[in-house]
């Protein structure tokens, strides 16, 4: 599956947008959404890294697909292809990391006038 046919699957199960009061409660709801989905996702590593907690990794996923759903949510309550986000964010690594990741590259790295992090 492509972003492109994630994302439109995905609003299956949005919201029906009547009005620009609907469009921010949606917006506020998705925000919100990704927030709480991707904390669940860091609270389930961080039990198992820093207090010995197994993990479970189909849960993992679970929750990996609740911040994705919510992510593209976002984008399509903005008008944003998917697919251009991804796109955008392996430029910006590749402008940032051009031989890849690097500690020193982390450090010491050139910030690109068309990067919008």
């Known amino acids: 599956m492509n972003f492109s046919e994630y994302q439109e699957i995905s609003k299956r199960t949005m919201p029906e947008i009547k ?3 609907d469009l921010k409660l949606a917006r506020f709801n998705y925000a919100l959404g990704l927030n709480t989905e991707s904390g669940e996702a860091g609270d389930m590593i961080k039990k198992h890294l820093a207090h010995g907690h197994d993990i479970n990794i189909g849960e993992l996923v679970k929750e990996a697909g609740d911040v994705l759903h919510y992510l593209s949510g976002i984008c399509s309550l ?9 796109e955008a964010n392996i430029i910006k690594l590749q402008n940032r990391y ?5 500690e020193d590259a982390s450090r010491n ?9």
């Open 98 to 102: 051009p031989n890849g990741f690097s």
């Open 78 to 86: 903005y008008g944003i292809s998917f697919g251009d986000v991804a």
């Open 109 to 117: 790295r050139k910030e690109y006038s068309d990067s919008h992090d």
């Open 19 to 21: 009005g620009d009061l």
